[in-house]
């Protein structure tokens, strides 16, 4: 089984940056895909962006398309999340999440292990 851990998450200004880390320990081997879902207060949990892990293509959502890159260390088995220009409406806890067999990259059900989460906060 796969343990991924979230870290990086504060509180930033409006127009701000913010690089959110996922380290994933234990069967790393099994790996398929990296995603980063994020859930604010009273709303379901969304999709932001995902990496595939052997060829490294990348998906976002359209809310933070252009703003957010996602990217790997496969050595260190460790995805970042770097968010630019960063909104008010980014504000949320941000969630790792891993799987070893994504069919749906934007779905939850297809990633088998999730981090505790971070939380980010943007003041205007």
């Known amino acids: 089984q796969v343990q991924p851990v979230e870290s990086g998450g504060g509180l930033v200004q409006a127009g701000g940056s913010l690089r959110l880390s996922c380290a994933a320990s234990g069967r790393t081997f099994n790996i398929n895909a990296v995603a980063w879902f994020r859930q604010a207060p009273g709303k379901e949990r969304e999709f932001v962006a995902a990496i595939e892990w052997s060829r490294g293509v990348t998906y976002f959502s359209d809310s933070v398309k252009g703003r957010f890159i996602i990217s790997r260390d496969n050595a260190q088995n460790t995805v970042y999340l770097q968010m630019n220009s960063l909104k008010p409406d980014d504000t949320a806890v941000y969630y790792c999440?891993?799987?070893?067999?994504?069919?749906?990259?934007?779905?939850?059900?297809?990633?088998?292990?999730w981090g505790p989460g971070t939380e980010v906060t943007v003041s205007s």
């Open positions: 999440a891993v799987g070893s067999r994504v069919h749906w990259i934007y779905e939850r059900s297809s990633y088998d292990a």
